[in-house]
T-cell receptor
């Protein structure tokens, strides 16, 4: 079975500091990995996916198959980045998502 | 519509009561998913529809949970004889395609928060 682990419930950083939200997964095949974000009082929305290899709002994430990780990084945190972040996995040829428990990112001024 | 609409936004049910939660996906979206999100947890898959066909119901926790999408658009998740452990946010998501891609992903609704007292 697939599993996604986000070890930190809460990550608190100061504005301008680097951010790394950790995500590890277990799946023996070739997964597709995603980061979803939920801002206060808003619905869950896609932030980025590993296949796109893009940077969204300054965030990047690299899939490391050796370490089975997909950590989310941003060099300089901004207050508007404060939100709940979920890492999610989809099996190859599948369509349902398996989510981690989420990490609250709090950016302090 | 412009997005995935779920109703009601909040529902309080007495233990043992039956509830029905509605999801209005984006018009024309083929795939529809239901997820359950308990407090402090990530969403967990319940069931999946491709048009009106329920192709995967492996995540439904018990036979008290039932979902339907009779005309391939609106879906209803029904929970019979609700229990306290059913308290959660129920999320609906839809996608234009069968296997979401970079250009056609999932759109989530705002969810229904169910509290069983």
């Amino acid at each position: 079975a697939q599993r996604v682990t986000q070890p930190e419930k809460l990550l608190s950083v100061f504005k301008g500091a680097p951010v790394e939200l950790k995500c590890n997964y277990s799946y023996s095949g070739s997964p597709e990995l995603f980061w979803y974000v939920q801002y206060s009082r808003q619905r869950l929305q896609l932030l980025l996916r590993h296949i796109s290899r893009e940077s969204i709002k300054g965030f990047t994430a690299d899939l490391n198959k050796g370490e089975t990780s997909f950590h989310l990084k941003k060099p300089f945190a901004q207050e508007e980045d404060s939100a709940m972040y979920y890492c999610a996995l989809r099996r190859e040829y599948g369509n349902k998502l398996v989510f981690g428990a989420g990490t609250i990112l709090r950016v302090k001024s | 519509g412009a997005g995935v609409s779920q109703s009601p936004r909040y529902k309080v049910a007495k233990r043992g009561q039956d509830v029905a939660l509605r999801c209005d996906p984006i018009s024309g979206h083929v795939s529809l998913f239901w997820y359950q999100q308990a407090l402090g947890q990530g969403p967990e898959f319940l069931t999946y529809f491709q048009n009106e066909a329920q192709l995967d119901k492996s995540g439904l926790p018990s036979d008290r949970f039932f979902a339907e999408r009779p005309e391939g658009s609106v879906s209803t998740l029904k929970i019979q004889r609700t229990q306290q452990e059913d308290s959660a946010v129920y999320l609906c998501a839809s996608s234009l395609v069968i296997t979401p891609t970079a250009n056609y992903g999932y759109t989530f609704g705002s969810g229904t928060r169910l509290t069983v007292v």
